[in-house]
Protein backbone atom coordinates (compact mmCIF):
# COMPACT_ATOMS: atom_id res chain seq x y z
CA UNK A 1 0.00 0.00 0.00
CA UNK A 2 3.04 2.37 0.47
CA UNK A 3 4.40 1.55 -2.42
CA UNK A 4 1.39 3.16 -4.07
CA UNK A 5 1.92 6.51 -2.30
CA UNK A 6 5.36 7.18 -2.99
CA UNK A 7 4.49 6.53 -6.81
CA UNK A 8 1.58 8.62 -6.01
CA UNK A 9 4.00 11.35 -4.89
CA UNK A 10 6.44 10.61 -7.60
CA UNK A 11 4.39 10.87 -10.30
CA UNK A 12 3.00 14.53 -8.49
CA UNK A 13 6.25 15.72 -7.90
CA UNK A 14 7.55 15.23 -11.81
CA UNK A 15 4.35 16.55 -13.04
CA UNK A 16 5.24 20.11 -11.45
CA UNK A 17 8.96 19.55 -12.84
CA UNK A 18 7.80 22.51 -15.26
CA UNK A 19 7.16 25.80 -12.70
CA UNK A 20 10.66 24.11 -11.13
CA UNK A 21 12.52 25.74 -13.97
CA UNK A 22 10.89 28.97 -14.15
CA UNK A 23 12.71 32.10 -12.58
CA UNK A 24 11.92 36.16 -12.45
CA UNK A 25 12.28 37.65 -15.72
CA UNK A 26 14.43 40.46 -13.83
CA UNK A 27 16.63 38.42 -12.30
CA UNK A 28 17.36 36.81 -15.47
CA UNK A 29 17.78 39.47 -17.23
CA UNK A 30 20.07 41.25 -14.84
CA UNK A 31 22.12 38.21 -14.59
CA UNK A 32 22.48 37.49 -18.89
CA UNK A 33 23.71 41.52 -19.14
CA UNK A 34 26.42 41.35 -16.08
CA UNK A 35 27.25 38.00 -17.47
CA UNK A 36 28.03 39.75 -21.20
CA UNK A 37 30.06 42.52 -18.94
CA UNK A 38 32.01 39.97 -17.36
CA UNK A 39 30.63 40.48 -13.49
CA UNK A 40 30.05 37.68 -11.00
CA UNK A 41 26.46 38.74 -10.55
CA UNK A 42 25.26 35.37 -11.51
CA UNK A 43 27.94 33.45 -8.93
CA UNK A 44 26.54 35.67 -5.83
CA UNK A 45 22.75 34.82 -6.95
CA UNK A 46 23.40 31.40 -7.32
CA UNK A 47 25.22 31.33 -3.49
CA UNK A 48 22.64 32.78 -2.38
CA UNK A 49 20.19 30.53 -3.80
CA UNK A 50 21.80 27.28 -2.43
CA UNK A 51 22.27 29.23 1.11
CA UNK A 52 18.60 29.63 1.15
CA UNK A 53 18.00 26.34 0.09
CA UNK A 54 20.09 24.86 2.91
CA UNK A 55 18.87 25.96 6.09
CA UNK A 56 15.26 23.75 5.14
CA UNK A 57 16.89 20.77 4.93
CA UNK A 58 19.37 21.35 7.92
CA UNK A 59 16.08 21.86 9.69
CA UNK A 60 14.56 18.66 8.15
CA UNK A 61 17.60 16.15 8.67
CA UNK A 62 17.65 17.99 12.33
CA UNK A 63 14.28 16.49 13.13
CA UNK A 64 14.51 13.46 11.45
CA UNK A 65 17.27 12.79 13.30
CA UNK A 66 15.48 13.62 16.58
CA UNK A 67 12.68 11.47 15.62
CA UNK A 68 15.02 8.36 14.79
CA UNK A 69 16.94 8.75 18.30
CA UNK A 70 13.30 9.11 20.18
CA UNK A 71 12.28 6.32 18.02
CA UNK A 72 15.48 3.93 19.00
CA UNK A 73 14.96 4.94 22.81
CA UNK A 74 11.35 3.72 22.63
CA UNK A 75 12.31 0.43 21.05
CA UNK A 76 14.78 -0.35 23.14
CA UNK A 77 12.58 0.63 25.97
CA UNK A 78 9.77 -1.43 25.07
CA UNK A 79 12.43 -4.47 24.12
CA UNK A 80 13.57 -4.31 28.47
CA UNK A 81 10.60 -4.57 29.78
CA UNK A 82 9.72 -7.43 27.73
CA UNK A 83 12.93 -9.63 28.90
Do not use: W
Request: net charge positive.
Amino acid sequence: MKKRYYILFFITFLSFCNTVFSQCAMCKAVVESDMESGGKTALGINNGILYLMLIPYLLIALVGFFIYKNYKKNSSSIENHEQ
